[in-house]
């Protein structure tokens, strides 16, 4: 994806390489918590913190400085993508990836 085609195209920019992993996995988290919030209420307000929640963590994997935890943030995607259709494959659900990237959130927030 190139940046122009990013929602968050400040972060795409490289203000996402100045985040700590804690604080740019706690961000998709905030997005994971909005797709839970509007999913049967909203789909259209679900799909688009799903598609920035997908965006987010693209832009978390393409950064550099986590090759060694690529497998993790990879496994974190492929669970989102489990549970936004419905856990089938994985058992995934919304409620514990909300949970998981919350833990993220908090981390960074005791670090600041």
Same mark, same amino acid.
């Given at each position: 994806?190139?940046?122009?085609?990013?929602?968050? $195209?400040? /972060?795409? +920019?490289? @203000? =996402?390489?100045?985040?700590? /992993?804690? !604080? $740019?996995?706690?961000?998709?988290?905030?997005?994971?918590?909005?797709? &839970?919030? =509007? %999913?049967?209420?909203?789909?259209?307000?679900?799909? @688009?913190?799903?598609? &920035?929640?997908? !965006?987010?963590?693209?832009?978390?994997?393409?950064?550099?400085? =986590?090759?060694?935890? /690529?497998? !993790?943030?990879? %496994?974190? &995607?492929?669970?989102?993508?489990?549970? +936004? /259709?419905?856990?089938?494959?994985? @058992?995934?659900?919304?409620?514990?990836?909300?949970?998981?990237?919350?833990?993220?959130?908090? +981390?960074?927030?005791?670090? %600041?």
């Amino acid at each position: 994806m190139t940046d122009s085609a990013y929602r968050h $195209q400040e /972060l795409a +920019a490289g @203000g =996402w390489g100045r985040l700590s /992993l804690a !604080e $740019q996995l706690g961000n998709v988290g905030t997005e994971v918590g909005r797709l &839970r919030r =509007w %999913r049967g209420k909203d789909e259209r307000l679900a799909a @688009g913190a799903f598609d &920035r929640a997908l !965006e987010l963590l693209d832009l978390t994997l393409a950064d550099p400085r =986590w090759r060694g935890r /690529l497998r !993790e943030i990879a %496994r974190a &995607r492929e669970l989102l993508c489990d549970a +936004a /259709l419905g856990g089938c494959e994985h @058992g995934a659900t919304l409620g514990d990836l909300d949970r998981y990237f919350l833990e993220f959130a908090l +981390a960074a927030r005791c670090h %600041r």
